[in-house]
């Protein structure tokens, strides 16, 4: 009996002692003191909305061959400056080149007996029949010798026009066929701005109109020349064309933005003076049940004081203005009135 009634005494203190422990190890909650917030209302943005681009030029070539032969020699390099009719690459064409001599001899020796059958004609000693028949192989031949000649000017490949080598596909010793690129030259002169836009994007814009635009961190005006509907399956988006106007001589392949004013944009922003940065992330301070609750956002781009939201919050919600050093989770006290920001 006394062995019982010790384990169970035993039992009983080593329960008492990792209560006391448990509540002894247990964190207070840290204290945050209420602060006065004020609001913001949501908005649309202000002055457009910006619309990623690429800056090309209006005359873009790749240089191809409709010969297989292999590369002789390659006489530029990738940032090479080039004027039209410049030789970039030369193909091998001996082949081609002794098809030519036979073609000619061949060309040469029915010219030949043509005279013959024309003085014969003369003559009355040969007949109209005979006579077409030779003309006919004369034309034969001369076609012959007019299809070589273009096919070895194919292993010739010149610039069509004035630009720079923007990149070179092949090296000398290289074998290729029919089609194959070879070297791509992006043309001087006029340049252009390349968009994708949704429906809902294009809406308000047409051809002719003039829009602002970012590239290489100076600001420039393009006119829109082109708009077509949406045809990607996926993405049911269409392209934007537009001519630079002002600057010239950008560097081709630039990022850049297009400000189109009076876009209408889908969903709501909020304004920069909300938005809350950690790290990589951004968000904004919502007022809830009296608490600060950080959301954090995707957001767009804009060019006035707010910016499109993608996706992170609903509509209504109520946006803390400037919220400072403000912790997720704080007590908040609502200041009358809400701020619109603009």
Avoid at 94 to 105: F, H, V
Avoid at 171 to 182: K, T, Y
Avoid at 250 to 275: D, K, N, W
Wanted: some cysteine; aromatic content about 4%.
């Amino acid at each position: 009996m006394k062995t019982v009634l010790s384990s169970l005494a035993l039992t009983g203190a080593l329960l008492g002692t990792l209560a006391c422990g448990h509540k002894d190890a247990r964190p207070e909650a840290k204290h945050l003191p209420k602060v006065a917030v004020s609001l913001v209302a949501q908005g649309t943005p202000e002055g457009g909305a910006w619309v990623a681009a690429t800056l090309q030029s209006t005359r873009t070539a790749m240089m191809s061959t409709r010969m297989a032969a292999q590369v002789r020699r390659v006489m530029v390099q990738e940032g090479q400056r080039v004027a039209a009719g410049t030789l970039l690459i030369s193909l091998g064409d001996e082949d081609l080149q002794g098809q030519l001599k036979a073609a000619e001899t061949g060309l040469a020796t029915v010219e030949a007996y043509h005279r013959r059958i024309q003085a014969l004609q003369a003559q009355k000693a040969s007949t109209a029949v005979e006579l077409e028949q030779v003309e006919a192989q004369v034309a034969q031949a001369q076609a012959g010798v007019t299809a070589l000649k273009a096919n070895i000017a194919y292993t010739q490949i010149r610039a069509p026009f004035s630009g720079v080598v923007q990149s070179r596909k092949v090296n000398e010793g290289d074998f290729v066929g029919p089609g194959m690129p070879l070297l791509e030259l992006v043309g001087d002169g006029e340049q252009e701005l390349v968009a994708t836009l949704s429906e809902q994007e294009s809406k308000g814009l047409k051809v002719g109109a003039k829009v602002k635009f970012e590239a290489e961190g100076v600001e420039g005006e393009a006119q829109i020349t082109g708009m077509a509907p949406g045809g990607d399956a996926y993405s049911h988006k269409g392209t934007l064309r537009a001519k630079v106007l002002k600057p010239k001589g950008l560097r081709q392949g630039s990022f850049a933005r297009i400000l189109v004013t009076g876009l209408a944009v889908e969903g709501f922003s909020v304004p920069r003076s909300a938005l809350v940065q950690r790290g990589e992330l951004t968000g904004v301070f919502i007022a809830k049940d009296g608490h600060a609750e950080l959301r954090w956002l995707s957001l767009g781009e804009g060019s006035g004081s707010y910016l499109p939201v993608r996706s992170g919050l609903k509509p209504g919600e109520n946006i803390i203005d400037r919220p400072g050093a403000l912790q997720d989770g704080q007590p908040v006290e609502l200041s009358s009135g809400v701020s619109h920001g603009k």
